[in-house]
């Protein structure tokens, strides 16, 4: 069966450091991937969204990049992190274009200080 | 994509039927109708989908419009466990395929 990990699960960074968050699926082979941001309170940002290692479409510019090294990772990273960058982050895959269904990660909360 | 609208909130009483309606009235002949919900601090989870049929799965009901402008998901005996937002979202497939979440519906299940 497919699963999906995130880590760290929980983090807390100071304004201007930097940021790497992971994401990998399992049981599956070029699947989408995804991240979305979920401020408090608030609904989900979709970030970015892959269909293939290496091809990245950006949603929203701001101040994070994503990357797909291998076929099932996704990292989510930032060279300078800002307050506003606060959130819940969560990855998610689908299987490909004919699947509807996304599934999503255990999540990582982000505060920056 | 196409818009959808949801009711920001509503209560439900614990053992009976919750309907959640949406409004999706620019829907395109191939989106589909999704569901999502997402309990406190936990990523959401699909629920059900459908395109023009109802569909019926073992977590909940979809009823669709014979025009497609709006569908209803029934959770059939609520528990205080379903209490959550749920998301409702029409979209096609295909691998520009972005999906995007509105604020959806807080369900609260009472006793």
């Known amino acids: 069966s497919q699963t999906i990990h995130q880590w760290p699960a929980t983090l807390v960074q100071p304004v201007g450091s930097p940021l790497s968050l992971e994401c990998t699926v399992e049981?599956?082979?070029?699947?989408?991937l995804y991240w979305y941001r979920q401020a408090a309170g608030r609904g989900l940002q979709l970030l970015f969204y892959?269909?293939?290692?290496?091809?990245i479409s950006s949603e929203v510019p701001q101040n994070l990049s994503a990357s797909r090294p291998q076929d099932r990772q996704f990292i989510l990273s930032s060279k300078k992190l800002l307050l506003s960058d606060s959130g819940f982050y969560l990855c998610?895959?689908?299987?490909?274009?004919?699947?509807?269904?996304?599934?999503f990660g255990e999540g990582s909360r982000l505060t920056v200080l | 994509d196409a818009k959808t609208t949801q009711p920001p909130s509503m209560d439900c009483a614990e053992g009976r039927a919750a309907n959640l309606p949406c409004n999706h009235s620019?829907?395109?002949?191939?989106?589909?109708v999704y569901w999502y919900r997402q309990i406190h601090s936990q990523g959401p989870q699909y629920i059900i989908h459908?395109?023009?049929n109802n569909e019926t799965n073992e977590m909940a009901s979809l009823i669709i419009t014979e025009d497609r402008k709006s569908s209803t998901l029934i959770l059939p005996h609520a528990t205080l466990r379903d209490t959550a937002v749920y998301y409702c979202?029409?979209?096609?497939?295909?691998?520009?395929?972005?999906?995007?979440f509105g604020a959806g519906t807080t369900v609260t299940v009472r006793a």
């Open positions: 620019t829907i395109s002949g191939n989106e589909y």
């Open positions: 459908g395109l023009k």
């Open positions: 979202i029409a979209h096609g497939r295909g691998n520009d395929y972005k999906l995007s």
């Open positions: 998610a895959w689908r299987e490909g274009a004919e699947t509807g269904e996304l599934f």
């Open positions: 049981g599956t082979s070029n699947p989408n």
């Open positions: 892959s269909v293939g290692i290496g091809q």
